[in-house]
């Protein structure tokens, strides 16, 4: 079950979408906002919408200045645009993949041409360098993963809540073009290093939530598949 809507709602506890291409803007990503006592966001959109991502946490009943943490899962301009005027206005710690992290600290390779926007660079507070790296925010421990084949530096991150495992997957549909930073062959070893997960809810990076679990393993299947044809 894929879900999708015009307001910025509710995923699961403490998880919500405040923005995605029919919620905050067209050129949007999905951005996910999680409640663990102090707000963490989800990558940032293409930084045409930044108000009205900040609005839809206020619809939501979140106080924007109790953001504190924002993960970045890769450097293209759909997932970062909104990243340095967040950090800006609410001293927010800004959290990215090492590979990633040249690009999005300087606009070099991050698509803004493709999309025809301007992109302000932004510090990156927190680096990750490991395949593999705990973050704990407020009440929640984050692991981080490193998943190239989107981008060098691409991450996904679990978070456990209770019996419920929420994989934000960032871009599992691609593209892998190399132009962008892509590269297939990695693309198929993270792929399945997600599926193997067996994430009971995807927060995927433009397709929304899927759910359950046998449903998260069909979606991302398909797209590994499709990689391992070529």
């Keep these: 079950m894929k879900c999708m809507m015009n307001e910025p709602f509710r ?21 996910y906002l999680i409640d663990a006592g102090e707000l963490v966001l989800i990558d940032a959109g293409a930084g045409m919408s930044t108000d009205r991502l900040t609005d839809n946490m206020l619809y939501l009943g979140f106080l924007p200045e109790q953001l504190s943490t924002l993960i970045l899962t ?15 206005r609410y001293q927010i710690k800004v959290v990215a993949h090492e590979k990633d992290v040249g690009a999005i600290e300087s606009g070099r390779r991050v698509g803004a041409e493709y999309y025809g926007a301007r992109y302000r660079p932004c510090k990156v507070d927190i680096i990750i360098s490991d395949e593999e790296q705990e973050i704990t925010t407020g009440s929640i421990t984050f692991k981080i993963l490193h998943i190239p084949g989107h981008t060098p530096g691409s991450l996904a991150i679990i978070m456990e809540m209770g019996q419920q495992r929420v994989l934000f997957g960032q871009d599992i549909h691609g593209p892998y073009l190399s132009m962008w930073g892509g590269n297939p062959p990695d693309a198929v070893s993270s792929l399945q290093k997600l599926i193997d997960i067996k994430a009971d809810i995807l927060c995927e990076g433009h397709y929304g939530t899927i759910k359950p679990a046998n449903e998260v393993e069909v979606f991302i299947r398909e797209f590994l598949d499709n990689l391992r044809q070529r």
Excluded: F, K, P, T
């Design 74 to 88: 890769h450097a293209h301009i759909d997932h970062i645009g909104s990243a340095a005027e967040l950090r800006d």
């Design 11 to 31: 995923v699961c506890d403490r998880v919500y979408m405040v923005g995605s291409s029919e919620i905050s803007h067209g050129m949007d990503c999905c951005v």
